[in-house]
C-alpha cells in the first residue's frame, strides 16, 4: 500500500468512521429513554413535574383524565404552564397536606379552573392559606373527598391511582399527614410522596410491595427528614425527581439523601437544575425525560 493511499484510509477512517461509531455509542448511551417490561397498549401519558421554586406541583396526563398533585405557591406559575398545555378542566386535584408550599398555587387554580374533584388528607390548619384553600373550595363547591389508604380512582382505560397513605393523620404533624399516591400508567408505575417524613415512611414500609416504582417524587424536597434508605429500596426507582427551589433557605436536597439516591442507582432529577421536567410515556412501555430550563 502506497503512503498516499495508506493516508487517504487514516483520513477516511477518521472523517467517517470513527465519527459513526461515536454516534452509535451516544445513541446507545440515551440515559433518557427507558422501557418497562410488559405488552404495548394504545395509551399515551405525560407527567409534568412543574418547576415552581421551593415547592411541589405535578401534572398527570392521560388519555381520559388529568390530575394536579399540589400546586406551589401562589405566583402564577402553575396556573400558567396548565394555560399553556392548554387545559381547562381538572378531573382531580390533590392537596397532599396543608403547607402553603403545597396548596396556596391551588386557589388560582380553582380560580381558574374548572376542578372535578379535591383530595386532601382533612387536616385542618391554622393558616390563612388554608382557610383561603378550603373558602374556595367551598365557594365552587368543587366535590369533596378526604383520602385515605386503599382509595382507588381510575384515571384511563388502562391508568389508576391507589393511595398508599395516610393512616390516621393528624394535623399535629401535616409533613406526615401526607397523601402518597401510587400512579399505574400503562406499566409505568409513579409514587407521589408529597412531604412525608421517616414516620409516614414506616407506616408505608409495613405494606412495602405496594410501594414500587419506576419514578419517584422525592418526599420533602429531599430533606434528610425522608427518603431513608429502606423506603427507596423498597420504592426502587429507575428515575427520582426533587422538586426545591434553587439557593433555598433549607438547603434542599440534603446530601446524605443524594449519596442515599446514588447508593440505589437512580437517576436523579432537580426542578432547581432542571427547570420543568417532563415524562413523556409511550404505549404505556416506553418512557422519556425531558428537561425544560
Ligand atoms: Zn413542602
Not at 382507588?152 to 401535616?174: Q, R, Y
Request: overall charge negative.
Amino acid at each position: 500500500m502506497s503512503t498516499k493511499l495508506y493516508r487517504r484510509m487514516i483520513y477516511f477512517l477518521a472523517a467517517m468512521v470513527l465519527p459513526a461509531i461515536f454516534l452509535l455509542h451516544s445513541c446507545s448511551e440515551d440515559d433518557n429513554v427507558f422501557v418497562v417490561p410488559g405488552d404495548p397498549i394504545e395509551e399515551d401519558y405525560a407527567i409534568h413535574f412543574i418547576d415552581v421554586g421551593q415547592g411541589d406541583a405535578i401534572f398527570v396526563e392521560t388519555p381520559e383524565k388529568v390530575m394536579l398533585v399540589d400546586g406551589g405557591w401562589s405566583d402564577g406559575s402553575v396556573v400558567s404552564y396548565l394555560e399553556g398545555l392548554d387545559i381547562e378542566y381538572i378531573d382531580i386535584v390533590i392537596g397532599t397536606h396543608p403547607h402553603a408550599d403545597h396548596i396556596q398555587g391551588l386557589i388560582d387554580v380553582f380560580y381558574e379552573f374548572e376542578v372535578g374533584e379535591v383530595i386532601d388528607p382533612g387536616v385542618t390548619h391554622t393558616s390563612q392559606t388554608y382557610y383561603n384553600y378550603m373558602s374556595v373550595i367551598d365557594t365552587y363547591d368543587i366535590p369533596f373527598t378526604v383520602g385515605r389508604k386503599g382509595m382507588e380512582w381510575e384515571l384511563s382505560e388502562h391508568a389508576h391511582m391507589k393511595l398508599v397513605h395516610p393512616v390516621n393523620p393528624t394535623e399535629h404533624h401535616l409533613n406526615n399527614a401526607s397523601i402518597v399516591a401510587h400512579v399505574t400508567l400503562g406499566e409505568v408505575t409513579l409514587l407521589l410522596t408529597g412531604d412525608a417524613e421517616e414516620n409516614a415512611e414506616n407506616q408505608m414500609l409495613s405494606e412495602p410491595e405496594l410501594l414500587a416504582s419506576d419514578i419517584l417524587k422525592v418526599g420533602h424536597h429531599g430533606s434528610n427528614t425522608s427518603s431513608q434508605m429502606a423506603f427507596l429500596e423498597a420504592v426502587n426507582p429507575a428515575i427520582s425527581v426533587i422538586q426545591c427551589g434553587a439557593d433555598n433557605p433549607y438547603g434542599h436536597p440534603h446530601g446524605p439523601v443524594l449519596e442515599r439516591l446514588d447508593a440505589i442507582d437512580t437517576d436523579v432529577y432537580r426542578t432547581d437544575l432542571h427547570g420543568n421536567i417532563v415524562v413523556i410515556i409511550e404505549d404505556g412501555v416506553h418512557y422519556e425525560v425531558h428537561t425544560h430550563q
